[in-house]
């Protein structure tokens, strides 16, 4: 089968193709279940025990992961080296090149009202679509990542992203998605698409409106068709 390797950016009913990068993994870290006991939910793992990597390579962190939760082959200078870590095992170099899953942005202004985290008709209307175009893919899991503009407290704005992410996965389950391969995270303020373009930081309309592209829901998708 061949591995999924296109990107799309979805603002509001719009799909567009864009560029992207695939990754090279010389290995998958996979981790032992039922031996991870005292690291359940620090990584996204799927059903064969691999850990689920973004695009650069870096393990994928739950929001469950904290420092001690660190394993050496994601987080070597976090995690002790010791004979009491976790064992995980190398998995047998990829034949090809593995490329970057598909990764879907949603607008947060198409999916909820400003500031909130329940899902607009419009909204529920493209969640259903892209579950749709998912039907024939044969997905390790799914990971939605929620993030908001600066407008608001740090602390705020980390929860809200959270609350959409959760929201959309909450979605995705009723549509028929397992549950078990569905990760969600919040990102808060990071990572902003406007960058420094938008001036201001009293809560305005022409400010809110700047900073629609940083109000977004990213779902990444890895499987196979």
């Given at each position: 089968?061949?591995?999924?390797?296109?990107?799309?950016?979805?603002?509001?009913?719009?799909?567009?193709?864009?560029?992207?990068?695939?990754?090279?993994?010389?290995?998958?870290?996979?981790?032992?279940?039922?031996?991870?006991?005292?690291?359940?939910?620090?990584?996204?793992v799927?059903?064969?025990?691999?850990?689920?990597?973004?695009?650069?390579?870096?393990?994928?962190?739950?929001?469950?992961?904290?420092?001690a939760?660190?394993?050496?082959?994601?987080?070597?200078?976090?995690?002790?080296?010791?004979?009491?870590t976790?064992?995980v095992?190398?998995?047998?170099?990829?034949?090809?090149?593995?490329?970057?899953?598909?990764?879907?942005?949603?607008?947060?202004d198409?999916?909820?009202?400003?500031?909130?985290?329940?899902?607009?008709?419009?909204?529920?209307?493209?969640?259903n679509e892209?579950?749709?175009?998912?039907?024939?893919?044969?997905?390790?899991?799914?990971?939605?990542?929620?993030?908001?503009?600066?407008?608001?407290?740090?602390?705020?704005?980390?929860?809200?992203?959270?609350?959409?992410?959760e929201?959309?996965?909450?979605?995705?389950?009723?549509?028929?998605?397992?549950?078990?391969?569905?990760?969600?995270?919040?990102?808060?303020?990071?990572?902003?698409?406007?960058?420094?373009?938008?001036?201001?930081?009293?809560?305005?309309?022409?400010?809110?409106?700047?900073?629609?592209?940083?109000?977004r829901?990213?779902?990444?998708?890895?499987?196979?068709?």
């Amino acid at each position: 089968m061949k591995k999924i390797s296109a990107k799309n950016t979805l603002m509001g009913m719009i799909l567009i193709p864009v560029m992207f990068s695939g990754a090279v993994l010389a290995q998958e870290t996979v981790i032992d279940k039922d031996k991870a006991v005292k690291k359940p939910e620090a990584y996204g793992v799927d059903d064969r025990g691999v850990v689920a990597r973004n695009t650069t390579g870096l393990c994928w962190q739950t929001g469950y992961w904290t420092p001690a939760m660190a394993i050496p082959e994601c987080d070597p200078d976090l995690a002790k080296k010791t004979e009491g870590t976790v064992p995980v095992a190398a998995a047998p170099a990829v034949a090809a090149a593995k490329t970057a899953p598909e990764k879907i942005t949603f607008s947060a202004d198409a999916l909820f009202d400003f500031d909130s985290a329940k899902l607009k008709p419009n909204g529920i209307q493209s969640l259903n679509e892209f579950v749709t175009g998912i039907k024939d893919v044969k997905y390790d899991l799914i990971i939605a990542v929620g993030y908001a503009d600066r407008i608001g407290s740090d602390e705020y704005n980390k929860n809200l992203s959270v609350r959409r992410a959760e929201s959309v996965k909450a979605h995705l389950v009723s549509r028929g998605i397992e549950p078990s391969r569905v990760f969600v995270d919040g990102k808060g303020e990071a990572n902003p698409v406007t960058g420094n373009s938008c001036v201001g930081d009293k809560k305005t309309k022409a400010l809110i409106e700047c900073l629609a592209p940083d109000r977004r829901v990213e779902i990444e998708v890895a499987g196979t068709r």
